[in-house]
């Protein structure tokens, strides 16, 4: 077990383009963190400095208390799971499990009840004489995870593990990793494009882009409470509704005005929150469950919206409605029991107790 | 009720549309050409064959069809297995061979690993500097070589094949075996790597085995450069106790303008045995892909 610390550390390859700018994070001992972001965000690369197959341009790596950075990943004492399972075909499951202990000399009876064990936690005990090539793809990725597990290091390191499975044993095997963290408690981090993936299984989500950490936090505080225009846009799927707005002061209540027209009033709470941003142009951020259909007794900080339906997408327990303010698309979380056409107005109840202002300059939420 | 019964079973005849035509068409196409070249191909193997279990006397007659032996015999064969000589030249190029096979595959999986999977400047050079040594042709190579096997004492010695000839197998071999060594995933190596290997280690416990069939290929075609080399052994050996089987018998069976082609055939027919064999053994590894279930797929 142990910590693992990431400090100004930068990746810089040939040509001078930088793939992580000078990143800085801290991992406790036994914390499951999950880095999510979109393709080239640095999240892979991040993780391969740690597990050495990447070399750093700058900053240290330090796990269990030292730095690692000229220390090869053999002598890191981690262990990793990739995204093509990367088993070794000639050998039997077994063999895959415990050719890492045998390379350390490891006494044969040691090997075979730590793999048994890991086998035994894995549900694969039955499995364990068989080549890789006769097995489904959620079986060799229990067997790769079993070749992280017997090692007992000090880092699990996960990329993208799931990414080749189909949707249902991806969330099989989602609950799986989470079972097998809560069963050896070894310090993990987990690399994943999947931002359900990362919500699920983190103790704390780093997003990340264009090379460097937008927000690190809880997966609750990045959805209610995010950093960044980034964050609130990549993390919760219906993805974040964003309406341009000019903030309007009426006596001594803030309004959010809409380019048709229509103007949202801010809950008394957060005037002095917004106040300095009067007479600007922002972005409201509203989240699909908070733009639902309207009743006719709301509730304190509902406002209305009346807006034409273009796509509405039946879901079973809620139904998606799309629609357009001033160009930009909308989604909306409506009760399935309420009629929504495409090319009718329809009455639409925002929620401004849980909105979101964004400066679009620098993209912060304020 | 017969007419009925006619009736039923006379179902209405559908033309074949133009894709089945046409597929057909392709299909017979493909096969006439197969026939032309296995004709093409195994008309001077089986000619060989039969002529090899002829006698001198039945091969100078000329009568009767010259595709059959019309008193097969196996003299060819006893007196080629009994003679001193043709012993000598097929122990010369057994031991030729196996040192040629194994010094080529030594040096090229070393070189390919390495250039394949080990980043250091000027790789990729190397790389393509290994193919283009293999573009020059051994006709062009033997005189130079004369001088250097001349310098170092190996004249008329079997044992200047085994200087000479990894030069024309190692470049190819490496080659293949690049190409071999690129297919290994890459995450193979990470894994690798993460669970304590060394490169050594590496590359005995995880890329030979896996790369097996490549490894394979590559030693059939060391096999084949060495066993049937003809100008460099032409060159280099002159003493009957040195030759190889190439030389050996076109040198020994052919005396003045007397050409004994009975013998000749029979010593072709026991020369082409052992690669036949070998080929014939290996061709199923040589074409199952071991890597199979390492990545997903």
Avoid at chain 1, 272 to 279: E, S
Avoid at chain 2, 219 to 244: C, D, E, K, R
Avoid at chain 2, 259 to 283: D, Q, R, S, T
Wanted: glycine share 8%; hydrophobic share 45%; charged share 20%.
């Amino acid at each position: 077990m142990a910590q693992v610390s990431v400090r100004k550390v930068v990746k810089e390859y040939e040509g001078g383009v930088q793939a992580v700018k000078g990143i800085d994070l801290e991992i406790a001992d036994e914390e499951f963190v999950v880095l999510v972001g979109p393709s080239g965000c640095g999240k892979s690369t991040t993780l391969r400095m740690i597990a050495g197959l990447e070399e750093i341009s700058d900053g240290e790596i330090w796990i269990g208390g030292d730095v690692v950075n000229d220390v090869p990943p053999r002598d890191r004492d981690i262990a990793m799971v990739f995204q093509n399972y990367a088993l070794y075909p000639h050998m039997s499951v077994f063999d895959n499990m415990a050719f890492g202990l045998k390379l350390r000399k490891m006494p044969k009876p040691e090997i075979k009840q730590r793999v048994d064990e890991a086998a035994r936690i894995l549900d694969i005990q039955q499995l364990l004489a068989r080549k890789p090539k006769a097995l489904s793809g959620g079986q060799r990725q229990r067997v790769a995870m079993g070749r992280a597990i017997v090692r007992h290091p000090k880092v699990f390191l996960f990329d993208e593990p799931l990414s080749n499975l189909d949707a249902k044993l991806r969330v099989q095997m989602r609950t799986e990793i989470k079972k097998v963290h809560q069963t050896v408690r070894t310090t993990t981090v987990y690399v994943t494009h999947d931002q359900i993936e990362a919500m699920t299984l983190a103790d704390r989500v780093v997003v990340m882009n264009g090379g460097i950490i937008e927000q690190v936090g809880p997966p609750q505080e990045l959805y209610h409470h995010p950093a960044t225009r980034f964050v609130a846009g990549f993390i919760g799927s219906p993805a974040m509704n964003f309406i341009p707005v000019r903030i309007e002061v009426n006596g001594n209540t803030l309004s959010a005005k809409m380019p048709d027209g229509a103007s949202l009033a801010i809950p008394t709470a957060r005037v002095d929150r917004y106040g300095p941003f009067k007479d600007r142009k922002m972005l409201l951020g509203l989240r699909p469950e908070h733009l639902t259909e309207h009743t006719d007794d709301p509730k304190p900080g509902i406002a209305r919206i009346d807006e034409r339906v273009d796509v509405t997408e039946p879901m079973g327990m809620e139904t998606m409605v799309h629609f357009f303010i001033d160009g930009a698309p909308i989604c909306a979380r409506v009760d399935p029991a309420v009629r929504a056409e495409p090319g009718e107005i329809m009455p639409f109840a925002v929620d401004m107790n849980h909105m979101h202002l964004i400066e679009p300059e620098s993209g912060r939420v304020v | 009720m017969s007419g009925a019964v006619a009736a039923a079973g006379a179902l209405p005849r559908r033309r074949p549309s133009s894709t089945v035509r046409h597929q057909r068409w392709v299909l017979w196409g493909s096969y006439a050409a197969l026939v032309v070249f296995a004709v093409m191909f195994l008309v001077p193997p089986f000619y060989t064959l039969m002529t090899s279990l002829k006698s001198s006397a039945e091969i100078s007659a000329q009568k009767g069809s010259p595709w059959y032996p019309h008193h097969p015999t196996l003299s060819n064969f006893i007196y080629l297995i009994t003679n001193r000589a043709f012993q000598i030249y097929y122990w010369n190029t057994i031991k030729v061979t196996v040192s040629v096979v194994v010094i080529t595959m030594i040096i090229s999986v070393m070189a390919a690993f390495s250039l394949s999977r080990m980043r250091f400047l000027g790789s990729q050079s190397l790389a393509t500097g290994v193919f283009l040594t293999y573009l020059v042709p051994p006709a062009l190579l033997f005189l130079p070589l004369f001088k250097v096997v001349g310098t170092v004492g190996l004249l008329n010695n079997a044992w200047s094949l085994v200087l000479t000839l990894p030069t024309l197998s190692v470049p190819f071999c490496t080659w293949i075996m690049i190409g071999y060594f690129s297919s290994v995933p890459k995450e193979l190596d990470e894994a690798a790597l993460i669970d304590g290997a060394s490169w050594m280690q590496m590359l005995f416990k995880i890329f030979i085995p896996v790369a097996m069939p490549g490894i394979i290929a590559a030693m059939i075609f060391a096999f084949t450069v060495s066993w049937g080399a003809f100008i460099y052994p032409l060159a280099f050996l002159y003493s009957s106790n040195q030759m190889v089987l190439t030389v050996g018998v076109v040198s020994d069976l052919v005396r003045g303008d007397v050409f004994e082609w009975g013998k000749i055939m029979a010593g072709n027919v026991l020369a082409a045995a052992p690669p036949i064999v070998i080929y014939a053994f290996l061709m199923d590894y040589y074409i199952a892909g071991l890597t199979a279930g390492a990545t997903k797929g």
